[in-house]
Every structure is written in structure tokens, then in C-alpha cells.
């Protein structure tokens, strides 16, 4: 009986001890503290953990079918579950031939791979975001800000704190402008001349009242008459006028001469 006894009372502190060993997988937070054992395609993570600064793996094993050189990406994530800073490791000196294993391997975090004013205390949660199968050495500060599912996305589908403020305050703004407007139009005479007859009345008020100044000043200064321009010069019009009186005299005694 008092084995029992002592068999149950182990079993509900082992369920109440906090668990140290758990299953995540590639992009999934793991807590500070936590070991777990992440399988990617090229190699397998084995005894992965975090803790006060430094990132430890049991062994790292190589499972593809040619040589590899040691390499992973590590997300560093804060309380608050945000990007603080992004390790990407990769060693062609720490190549591993197929099913070859890398045993006790650390990875120490150091300032550079952190955001400004950020130190491994910040650090509560890292996830294994890939292998760095292209083998990069920058861009620790690629993701800074953003949640582990947002690593990845498109950046005009992601708002910083910044940006989703302006974004609340531009809708408030919008918002109230369309407020002012109906509130004008339904309850005050602001906008009374804008249907459509009484602007066609007005534009026709309008013409008229130019059509009537421009007939007064032509009432007080009437047009000059126009110049004729002439075309021959006085000699030559006598000269026509002459011979045109000899013509008729002629004419008539021609005239006369028949009858």
C-alpha cells in the first residue's frame, strides 16, 4: 500500500515539474530554457536549447545524400514575442559528410546580432527559421519588429507601431472631413446652389448681365465707321468720269443720226 501511495505521489510531481523537453518545429517559438529537437531537410538539430546568452545543440547531423557546410538561421525573439535580432550561421570549415554529426556545438549571441539598446536578457523565446541553405552571414537585422509568422511575408502587407499610427490617424481625419460634409449639406444652406437648376439659372444670370454691359458701352462709345479704302486716286476717278460723259454724248448722237 505505501508503495502505491509513494508511486502516486511521484507521478503528480512529475506532472506538476515544469517540462524541459518538448517537440517544435521549423518557425515555431521555443522558450528560453526549453530543449527540443528540430529535423529540417538537409540536417537534424538535435538537443537544441537557449539560455543567458548561448545557443547549444547536443549534435547536429548531416542527412542529406552529399556535403554540406554547417549552417542554420535563428530567429531571437523578446517577451513581447517581437524580432530582436537574427543569427545566420554558416561554415564551409564545419562541412559534414553524409550522416556525419557535430556533437556539443554552441553558438554564442553576440551584440552585432541584436537590435540597438537589445542584450541576450531580452532574448525569451529563439525558432529555427531555416537551414541558410544560401549560406548568408548578414541581415541580422532583417526582421527586426516583426512576429515569427510575419518573417517571410511581403513587406507592404506588414505596418510597424509607427506606421499602423499614422494609418488610425489618417482614417480619424477622413472620418471626420465626411462628417463635417454631410452635416453642411444637411443642415445649413452651405451648399443650396448646388443643384443642377440653380446653377444653370445662374450661369444664365450671369450672360445676361455681360450681354447688357456690353450694349451700354456700345450706346456711349459706338464703333467708328469704317475707312473705304480707296482703290484709284482722284485723277484717275475724273479721268473715268470724263470719258464716261463723252460716251453717253457719243451714244446719243448715234442716236440721233438713226432717227
Given at each position: 500500500?505505501?508503495?502505491?501511495?509513494?508511486?502516486?505521489?511521484?507521478?503528480?510531481?512529475?506532472?506538476?515539474?515544469?517540462?524541459?523537453a518538448?517537440n517544435y518545429e521549423?518557425?515555431?517559438?521555443?522558450?528560453?530554457g526549453?530543449?527540443?529537437?528540430?529535423r529540417?531537410?538537409?540536417?537534424l538539430?538535435?538537443?537544441l536549447?537557449?539560455?543567458?546568452?548561448?545557443?547549444k545543440?547536443e549534435t547536429?547531423?548531416?542527412?542529406?545524400?552529399?556535403k554540406?557546410?554547417l549552417s542554420?538561421?535563428i530567429?531571437?525573439?523578446d517577451e513581447k514575442?517581437?524580432n530582436?535580432g537574427t543569427?545566420?550561421f554558416c561554415?564551409s570549415?564545419?562541412a559534414?559528410?553524409t550522416?556525419?554529426?557535430k556533437?556539443?556545438?554552441?553558438i554564442?549571441?553576440?551584440g552585432?546580432?541584436?537590435?540597438?539598446?537589445k542584450?541576450?536578457?531580452?532574448?525569451?523565446?529563439?525558432?529555427?527559421?531555416?537551414?541558410n541553405?544560401?549560406?548568408?552571414?548578414d541581415?541580422?537585422?532583417?526582421y527586426i519588429?516583426?512576429?515569427?509568422?510575419q518573417?517571410?511575408m511581403?513587406?507592404?502587407?506588414t505596418?510597424?507601431?509607427?506606421q499602423l499610427?499614422?494609418i488610425?490617424?489618417?482614417k480619424?481625419?477622413v472620418?471626420?472631413?465626411v462628417a463635417?460634409f454631410?452635416?453642411?449639406?444637411?443642415f445649413?444652406t452651405?451648399f443650396?446652389n448646388m443643384?443642377?437648376?440653380?446653377?444653370?439659372q445662374?450661369?444664365a444670370y450671369i450672360n445676361?448681365?455681360?450681354?447688357?454691359d456690353?450694349?451700354r458701352?456700345?450706346?456711349?462709345?459706338?464703333?467708328?465707321?469704317?475707312?473705304?479704302k480707296?482703290?484709284?486716286?482722284?485723277?484717275?476717278i475724273?479721268?473715268?468720269k470724263i470719258q464716261?460723259?463723252?460716251?453717253?454724248?457719243?451714244?446719243?448722237?448715234?442716236h440721233n443720226?438713226?432717227i
Open positions: 500500500m505505501k508503495k502505491i501511495i509513494v508511486g502516486v505521489l511521484v507521478l503528480l510531481i512529475g506532472m506538476t515539474l515544469p517540462v524541459k518538448a521549423m518557425r515555431e517559438l521555443i522558450p528560453s526549453i530543449t527540443t529537437t528540430i529540417g531537410e538537409t540536417f538539430y538535435k538537443g536549447s537557449y539560455k543567458n546568452g548561448i545557443i545543440f547536429i547531423k548531416n542527412n542529406s545524400k552529399e554540406k557546410s542554420i538561421s530567429g531571437l525573439f514575442k517581437k530582436v543569427i545566420n561554415s570549415e564545419m559534414l559528410d550522416k556525419e554529426e556533437p556539443n556545438f554552441v554564442d549571441v553576440k552585432s546580432n541584436l537590435e540597438t539598446g542584450s541576450y536578457q531580452d532574448i525569451k523565446y529563439i525558432s529555427v527559421l531555416g537551414e541553405e544560401n549560406c548568408r552571414v541581415g541580422s537585422t532583417d519588429g516583426q512576429t515569427v509568422e518573417i517571410g511581403p513587406k507592404n502587407n505596418f510597424n507601431d509607427e499610427l499614422l488610425n490617424i489618417v480619424v481625419i472620418i471626420g472631413l463635417w454631410l452635416y453642411r449639406f444637411l445649413t452651405a443650396r443643384d443642377g437648376e440653380d446653377v444653370r445662374e450661369y445676361k448681365e455681360l450681354r447688357n456690353r450694349e458701352e456700345l450706346k456711349k462709345n459706338p464703333p467708328k465707321p469704317k475707312e473705304v480707296k482703290v484709284k486716286s482722284d485723277a484717275v475724273e479721268q473715268e464716261n460723259e463723252k460716251d453717253k454724248e457719243d451714244d446719243s448722237d448715234l443720226f438713226y
